[in-house]
């Protein structure tokens, strides 16, 4: 199973961008799907997952970023607005389907002040 996330790029400060994983098989196919995100010389964080109908957040990005899943591009999708820049970081995604998990190779995002 492989995951490929796009989207990332050079954003300024209280700017959007969109983040897309796309998998190798059905994105609905995944117990869980989540994006992570790792700053320079920090440990990688959970930023967002949804399983099912549920979505749950990091706090320091809930009321800014929304994760969803599209079933037309079969993508898992991150909108990221009023980003700021300790936002800045490479972002993977990764699926779970029961014991097993995937990930993609990341996007970088960098957000300008």
């Known amino acids: 199973v492989q995951l490929q996330a796009s989207g990332g790029g050079l954003v300024q400060a209280g700017g959007s961008l969109r983040l897309s994983c796309l998998p190798s098989?059905?994105?609905?196919?995944?117990?869980?799907v989540g994006w992570y995100r790792q700053a320079p010389g920090k440990a990688r964080e959970l930023v967002a997952w949804i399983s099912g109908g549920s979505t749950n957040y990091a706090d320091f990005v809930r009321g800014r970023f929304t994760i969803s899943r599209d079933k037309a591009k079969n993508t898992a999708d991150l909108q990221m607005n009023s980003l700021e820049p300790e936002d800045t970081g490479v972002y993977s995604c990764?699926?779970?389907?029961?014991?097993?998990?995937?990930w993609g190779q990341g996007t970088l995002v960098t957000v300008s002040s």
């Open positions: 098989r059905s994105i609905f196919s995944f117990n869980a």
């Open positions: 990764n699926g779970r389907i029961g014991w097993d998990s995937y």
